[in-house]
């Protein structure tokens, strides 16, 4: 099973700030087999990114996400007040695919 | 514009059985994998199960193998998830996903309660 581990658990920032995820795999993911989510509360997850950095359709391009093998970033350019969310990444090499713990970026 | 609706939770005690179901529009549904996704309370995404176009393939976390049973039905463009035996860890919101890897649209959710 490859385990998927986020850090920070939890990130306090300001409109316009950069992010900076990690999530690293216990194992290689394969032909860049991950993907981002965006999820806040009562709502439904969100794609983000999907192949390592590929956006999904309609998400905009302050998002951007990179890495390979093991280690994965989720990239923020300038934060907006609607991105303070979970975010969580997936691999899905394996099935069923698995999720990280996530990232909670909060208002500071 | 697409769409996927859960429906079919609620309360229930341990060892119970309760079947989701989860419509979908927008999209021609028989040409997508399909997924369920939880997330227990103050806890992240776990990924349940997903089957195949035909249904000829499903996969299961294991911890629900051999109690839910994922399903659909192409020409109701619908798909369901059968949970038996079920116990307080059940207890979550679960998402429908459209696609079985990573999926691009997701309902809302439907609230399982195990009590």
């Known amino acids: 099973e490859i385990v998927l581990t986020q850090s920070p658990g939890t990130l306090s920032l300001s409109p316009g700030e950069r992010v900076t995820l990690s999530c690293r795999a216990s194992q290689s993911v394969t032909s860049d087999n991950l993907a981002w989510y965006q999820h806040k509360p009562g709502q439904a997850p969100r794609l983000l990114i999907y192949g390592a950095s590929t956006r999904a359709t309609g998400i905009p391009d302050r998002f951007s996400g990179s890495g390979s093998g093991t280690d994965f970033t989720l990239t923020i350019s300038r934060l907006e007040p609607e991105d303070f969310a979970v975010y969580y990444c997936?691999?899905?090499?394996?099935?069923?695919?698995?999720f990280g713990g996530g990232t909670k970026v909060e208002i500071k | 514009e697409v769409q996927v609706v859960e429906s079919g939770g609620g309360l229930v005690q341990p060892g119970g059985s309760l079947r989701l179901s989860c419509a979908a529009s927008g999209f021609t549904f028989s040409s997508y994998w399909m997924s369920w996704v939880r997330q227990a309370p103050g806890k992240g995404l776990e990924w349940v199960a997903n089957?195949?176009?035909?249904?000829?393939?499903?996969y299961y976390v294991d911890s629900v193998k051999g109690r839910f049973t994922i399903s659909r039905d192409n020409a109701k463009n619908s798909l369901y998830l059968q949970m038996n035996s079920l116990r307080a860890e059940d207890t979550g919101v679960y998402y429908c996903?459209?696609?079985?890897?990573?999926?691009?649209?997701w309902g809302q959710g439907s609230l399982v309660t195990v009590s």
């Open positions: 089957i195949k176009q035909d249904g000829s393939q499903s």
């Open positions: 996903g459209m696609g079985g890897s990573h999926p691009l649209h």
């Open positions: 997936e691999q899905y090499v394996t099935a069923p695919p698995t």
